[in-house]
């Protein structure tokens, strides 16, 4: 099996053989696009995201094996472009959770763990769409894609630190009773100590 390097480097002589790259990558990359910006927009992006990725493939890195940082960091740059559609995507998805109507067959404990699942959830969405748009990206390649930091690096074009920071700004923002326990069990710790 060639590696992704390999079909490039094959595609500067052949450029029929990119089409090896796009049937590897599309489905991934669509899917990134589709979670980021709605369907009909993520088309469009996977469209370009590979016409500039053919049109740059004599700049791609041959020594890395897999294009799959690299066309990330395409579409992301291509995703900025769609900000104002990707804010009314999050808009629709945070209103819609608000008006789902449930049904409950089973007994009242499991209605109302249904109730505080889809509270935790809609809190959750929400959370997720008041990130930065740099931050939600970087969590997406990160959770969604299961990108290393590395790989998020290349994507973005930022430092390993920037996707480090970035990250764990993001998990303090999503879990903020995470901080709220930490804070607690220190201030038990400082009570103990003090009875000592």
């Not at 599309?26 to 979670?35: E, K, Q």
């Not at 993520?42 to 500039?52: I, K, P, Y």
């Not at 945070?94 to 505080?116: K, M, Q, T, Y």
């Not at 998020?152 to 993001?170: D, E, H, K, Y």
């Amino acid at each position: 099996m060639s590696t992704d390097s390999e079909i490039i480097q094959r595609s500067l002589q052949q450029p029929a053989a990119f089409a090896e790259l796009f049937d590897r990558h599309a489905r991934a990359v669509n899917a990134f696009a589709t979670y980021r910006i709605g369907h009909h927009a993520a088309e469009d992006v996977l469209s370009e995201t590979f016409l500039v990725a053919f049109r740059r493939r004599a700049d791609f890195d041959l020594d890395v094996e897999s294009a799959a940082p690299w066309l990330f960091g395409i579409a992301s740059r291509l995703i900025r472009r769609h900000r104002a559609v990707e804010a009314k995507h999050w808009r629709s998805f945070a209103a819609a959770i608000g008006g789902e109507e449930h049904s409950s067959l089973g007994g009242f404990d499991e209605a109302l763990s249904r109730v505080d699942a889809e509270r935790e959830v809609a809190a959750l969405k929400v959370r997720i769409a008041a990130l930065a748009p740099r931050d939600r990206e970087t969590l997406l390649l990160y959770a969604w894609h299961g990108m290393s930091y590395d790989e998020i690096a290349a994507s973005l074009g930022v430092p390993v630190g920037t996707v480090r920071s970035r990250l764990n700004r993001v998990r303090r923002r999503l879990d903020p009773g995470r901080r709220r326990a930490a804070f607690e069990k220190d201030q038990q710790k400082g009570e103990a100590v003090g009875r000592v």
